[in-house]
């Protein structure tokens, strides 16, 4: 009740000093939603991870569709040195060149917001990010700060988040940040961190989207992959850009490859070989010993070393060496 009488109080004092009833001002809706397309977040996860034990910060490339949707199409990562973000990290001079680029490469699209890395330790805004934000929606008043974490990040669970920060205006008059239209903005419970550090009272959340586009109109990563990974699949856009990921290609044929390694990789080989005709070996004195109904059930849920052929495979799962087990048996029946 409080609360309403100085909201009240606020607005006829800013209609007695204006000689009329207060205006109506353009509030951000909490049903906002930053939309993340699959090449954005890949590249955001990748860079995070890489970075790992430091934090990493980058720029988001995107559009303000409307006032309840961020569409963010792709990122790219800042240089920077240390252990924390700041301010200072932003280098104007590497963001306009890279911008020049991206534009050649048919990247129009204009910085929306920022992102960076807390490894380890949640989705929050510190004091620093706090002042960097600043900097970033003193351009651009609808600047989206998002906060991913790339060490509690699991396979189908990302943890991740997007923050604006509060006018303290608002604060001081006793307002709301934002507007109630819908429950779009209610359906995540924030984090006790994120509370402590001052969510809701510096800073709010903002609900996060991801679109994986299936035509040509997609978010704009299709370019970012061959045309001829998406042809044939069924799929298009990001979808086919997400299953060619760790994709081998013909092209890894035409490469040379280490001779130290090569020859580490031999002596494996050579090494399985040998334990394959002891195991062979083996299993031709068994068949002495053993009945028909022990045979049978010997090798259940084994590798029966007599087969006719035998797949060796190295560890990164590539066919290194096909073995003729006949062959193998008669040479060590000579010896």
Known sequence: MDRLTRMLAAAQGMGGHQGGPAQDTNIIDNSETVYISSLA??????????????????????????????????????????TGVSVEAVDPVFQTKMMDMLRQTGRPETVVGWYHSHPGFGCWLSSVDINTQQSFEQLTPRAVAVVIDPIQSVKGKVVIDAFR?????????????????????????????????G????????????????GATATGSTSAMSAGNAAGMGVGGEEGMLMNLHKSVWTEALTMADFK????????????????????????????????????????????????K??????????????????????VMHE
Request: proline share 4%; net charge positive.
């Open 41 to 82: 977040l890949l590249k955001m996860l990748r860079h995070g991870r890489a970075g790992v034990p430091m934090e990493v910060m980058g720029l988001m490339l995107g559009e303000f569709v409307d006032d309840y949707t961020v569409r963010v199409v792709d990122v790219f990562a800042m240089p920077q040195s240390g």
């Open 165 to 197: 920060l509060i006018n303290p205006q608002t604060l001081m008059l006793g307002q709301e940040p934002r507007q109630t239209t819908s429950n779009v903005g209610h359906l995540n419970k924030p984090s006790i961190q994120a509370l402590i550090h």
């Open 199 to 214: 969510l809701n009272r510096h800073y709010y959340s903002i609900a996060v989207g991801y679109l994986k586009a299936r």
């Open 261 to 308: 390694t090569e020859g580490t990789r031999n002596l494996e080989r050579l090494q399985k070989l040998v334990g394959l005709a002891e195991g062979y070996e083996k299993r031709v004195k068994e068949e002495t010993e053993l009945t028909k109904e022990q045979l049978r059930t010997r090798y259940v849920g084994k590798v029966d070393p007599k087969k006719p």
């Open 310 to 331: 035998r797949r060796l495979r190295d560890g990164n799962g590539r066919k290194a060496l096909q073995v003729d087990q006949v062959t193998i048996s008669n040479r």
